[in-house]
């Protein structure tokens, strides 16, 4: 229901845009499909890949480790790994999601995959060394990851706090 | 966060032109594949892949639309506009509006990072300039449409994306703290490159 409904909201944002740029000439809408179509293309491997590796890596991750690390009674130990592994796992926009998805699956707690995620998203090393490094000056850089590195905690520690 | 090849204006060392992400996906996806097919045989391999099959179908519609509606904000909205707003935003409202477009602007690291450094050029503080990236990397709605909602659901995502909403803020709001202030200065009106060494 709640997906139906969040498909048919996309669906109307992506026609009025559609319709804005239409009014502003057919050039500018003919690149945005242009553009619209080769990301998606690019994309269709990457998530193919990635989703079909979750069901795979899902059934292979060893429960009682993952239990032992991440399930619920890891407690602030499980955060701290969790938020480590985020950081270590490498950027791009798959391997975060398709391992976190993967560990939920094997029983790790649902707090100790939002701190995964957060510190994924936030921290991962690989991305700061590709991307980031190369267009921004270091200082900035250290002072984000600085502020950064509780983040992942009081995400998990609100997740436990609302349940 | 579409990683599209970017559009480079120096070529970078050839480490980063490889897709490691991919990289390590496509290992350890078709490894666990290939493992799961020898240890424990075709039917429970066909059932998995048939399982994810139906997901990775049933995502692709959203999957499409996130590329549309990206493609398109990215036309029509132009970078000025950001600079403007975000390169003015002072206090609060400032860290909202940073953060705020930050979750909006469907982008690539490829021009996240650089608009960052624009912004503060252009006026934002440490804190909007953090936020800004934060909100991105945080709660970026294209990213978490195109690739979160496929892994873990919609209900997932959404409560990650109520959870996380304020966080770009509170990251400004940190990052102003008068400690920083010699790791990332905040910008005179007239840019001092030097700062950015």
């Not at chain 1, 090393?125 to 002072?143: A, F, Q």
């Not at chain 2, 609060?92 to 602007?105: E, N, R």
């Amino acid at each position: 229901m709640i997906i139906a409904f969040f498909t048919a909201l996309l669906f109307l944002i992506a026609l009025a845009l559609g319709t804005v740029a239409w009014r502003r000439g057919r050039p500018l809408f003919d690149k945005g499909l242009a553009d619209a179509r080769s990301q998606f293309l690019h994309l269709l491997p990457r998530l193919l890949i990635g989703i079909l590796g979750s069901g795979f890596l899902a059934h292979l991750l060893p429960r009682e480790t993952v239990l032992a690390w991440f399930g619920p009674n890891s407690g602030w130990t499980g955060t701290l790994l969790a938020t480590i592994a985020g950081a270590l796992t490498p950027g791009g926009p798959v391997v975060g999601y398709a391992l976190g998805a993967a560990a939920l699956k094997a029983g790790a707690d649902f707090a100790q995959v939002i701190a995964y995620v957060t510190a994924w998203s936030l921290l991962t090393l690989n991305r700061m060394l590709t991307w980031e490094m190369p267009s921004m000056p270091m200082g900035l850089i250290t002072v984000r990851v600085i502020v950064s590195l509780p983040l992942p905690f009081l995400a998990a520690w609100l997740t436990m706090l609302v349940r | 966060m579409p990683e599209a090849p970017a559009p480079t204006q120096e070529p970078r060392p050839w480490y980063a032109r490889i897709d490691w992400g991919l990289a390590i996906v496509a290992i350890l996806s078709f490894g666990s594949a290939g493992y799961v097919l020898v240890k424990e045989g075709p039917t429970l391999w066909l059932q998995i892949l048939m399982e994810d099959a139906w997901l990775f179908a049933s995502i692709l519609p959203k999957v499409a639309l996130g590329c549309l509606i990206g493609a398109f904000v990215r036309l029509l909205i132009a970078r000025e506009m950001i600079e403007r707003y975000v390169g003015r935003g002072s206090g609060l409202p400032g860290l909202a509006i940073a953060g705020l477009i930050g979750m909006l602007f469907p982008a690539g690291p490829f021009t996240i990072f650089p608009l960052a450094v624009v912004l503060m050029a252009s006026g934002a503080d440490r804190g909007a300039a953090i936020a800004f990236i934060s909100a991105w990397l945080l709660v970026g709605i294209n990213r978490a449409i195109i690739w979160e909602m496929p892994f873990f659901g919609t209900d997932f995502v959404l409560f990650r994306f109520l959870l996380s909403m304020p966080m770009p803020i509170l990251l400004g709001l940190m990052a102003r703290a008068p400690v920083f202030e010699r790791l990332a200065p905040t910008p005179k009106a007239p840019e001092r490159p030097e700062d950015a060494a």
